[in-house]
C-alpha cells in the first residue's frame, strides 16, 4: 500500500505556509505542494512590491508642499522610472527570498507541481497519486481579466506583471477602482504617468459609507481623472488602446486592469470531494475551522473567497494548521475586520462596516481633516472619518475613513472595537497634543454629544475651543 500522509498542503502562500508551521509542529509526515514560483503572492506581486512602489510615489509627490514648507528648487527634482522598478524588484527580491527560508529545508516534504484533487484524502501531482488523511487547499487567486477584453498582453497589465516592466508609457488607463486599483492608480500618476482612471461600483476601495467615499473619490480626482460606476470596454486603436465608460472615451498606452481577483479552484477537482459547489464553484468553508462541509479538508487564504487580506490568509492557514492535526476541529474566533487601503490620505474599514449597520439604528460620529491642526501643519489637512456606535451603550461598532495617518487610527479602533469599548472608554485615553488621533478625538467628542447625558466626567467633556491650534 502506498504512503499515506497525515496532511498535504497545496499551495505555498502565506496562508499555506503558515499551516505549515503549525503542521510541523505536530507531524513529520507531511508535503507541502506548489505551483509555479514558490515565494508568496504577497512578497512577489502583492503587498509587498506594491507598496514599495506607493512609498516612491508618495516622496515625489511630497515635492508638490514644498514651495509652501519655504524649501526651493523642487521643480528640478526629476523622477527615474526605471530607478524606482529596480528599486522595487530589489527590495521586492529581498522579501521574497525571506519567504524561501520557510520552505528550502523541506528536501523531498516540497513537491512543485499542479496538484489536482481526485477525492477526499486523494490528490495527483506531477503523474502522481498522493494520499493524505487531511487535505489543505490554500491556493491562493490570480487577477481577473474579462475574456472579452482582445488586447494584446504588452498592453493590458495586472499587478502580476506591473512590479516587472523596465519602465512605464506615457498614459494608462486603471480599470477597477477597488483596493488594489486605487492604490495604484494614484502611485502611477504621482510617478508621473497620465493616468486615468475607472471604476464600475457606486463606492472605491471596498468603503460603504458614500460619503467617506465620495471625499475619497473627489481627493482621487483632484489628482487624475477618474470616472466611476460604468462599465469599461477596451479596443485596440492605433494610437494604443481605447478604453470607453459610459460617454467617456479616453485613448492610453496601456491599461493596467485591477477588476479583482478569483479563487485558484479552476481544474483542481473541487466537483471530486462530492459536495455541495456555489455558482463560483466553491464548497462551504466554516469561517471558524476552515473545514470544507465535514471533510478532512481544509481551505484557507484567497482560495476561500471569504477576506482577500494577508493576515486573514494567515490566521486561515493557522486554523487549518491545527484542524487538519486534530482528530476534532477547534472552532477559532475570527479578529475584529481590519482593511486598509494605501491610498493618500489612509482609506480605512474598521469592524462593522456601514453598511452591514445602515438600516439599524446607530449614531454616526464624523470628523474632517482640513482644519485639524497637526495637518494643517503637515500640509496633509484633507480627509473625513466616520465612527458609528450603538445609541444606549455608546458601544464603538465600527469605523469607515479617508484619513491622514488612517492605517494607525485603524489599529487603534480596532483594539477598541475588539474590547468592546465605548465612545466614553476612548474619550478617556490621553490623546497627546499636537497629533493626528486628535482628528479621532472630535469624532468621538460628537458621538458623546449624541448620547445620553452622563455625569460622569471624562476629563474630555468640555466644549471645543474653537481654536485651530488647540482643538
Ligand atoms: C497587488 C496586491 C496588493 C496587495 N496588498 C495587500 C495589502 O497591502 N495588505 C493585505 O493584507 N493584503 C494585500 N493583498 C492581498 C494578499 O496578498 C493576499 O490576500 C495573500 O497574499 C493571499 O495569500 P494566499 O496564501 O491565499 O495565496 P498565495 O500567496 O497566492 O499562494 C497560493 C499558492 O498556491 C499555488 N497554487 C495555485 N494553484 C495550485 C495548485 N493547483 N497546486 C499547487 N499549487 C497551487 C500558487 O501558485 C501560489 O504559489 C494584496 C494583493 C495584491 C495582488
Known sequence: MSKIF????????SAGLAALREVKKRTRNFVLINDGPWGTICARVGCMPSKLLIEAANAFHRRGTF???????????????????RRVRRLRDDFVASTLKATDALGECAVSGRARLLGV?????????????????????HPVVPASWRVPD?????????????????????????????????AISRLGVNVTAFGCGTTIAGLSDPQISSVALDLLGREFPVYPGGRAYLDVVSEGVRVRAGTMEVAVDRVLVALGRRPNIDGLGLERLGIELDEQGLPFVNPHTMQVADLPVFMAGDANDQIPLLHEAADGGYIAGINATRS??????????LAITFADPNIAIIGSRFQALDGKKILTGEVRFEHQGRARAGQRNSGILHLYAEPESGRLLGAEMCAPAGEHMAHLLALAIGRSLTVRDLLRLPFYHPVLEEGLRTA?????????ACEESDLAACDAFNAEALD
Open 121 to 141: 484524502g486523494r490528490l495527483e501531482v506531477n503523474g502522481r497519486e498522493l494520499q493524505a488523511r487531511n487535505i489543505i487547499i490554500a491556493t491562493g487567486s
Open 444 to 452: 468621538l467628542r460628537d458621538l458623546a454629544a449624541q448620547l445620553p
Open 67 to 85: 514651495e509652501e514648507f519655504g524649501i526651493r528648487g523642487a521643480d528640478n527634482l526629476a523622477l527615474d522610472l526605471a530607478a524606482v522598478l
Open 328 to 337: 476534532a476541529p477547534t472552532h477559532f474566533a475570527r479578529r475584529t475586520p
Open 154 to 186: 504588452k498592453q493590458l497589465l495586472t499587478t502580476d506583471t506591473l512590479f516587472e516592466q523596465e519602465t512605464l508609457p506615457p498614459r494608462m488607463a486603471v480599470v477597477g477602482l477597488g483596493p488594489i486599483g486605487v492604490e495604484m492608480a494614484q
Open 6 to 13: 497525515d496532511v498535504i498542503i497545496v499551495g505555498a502562500g
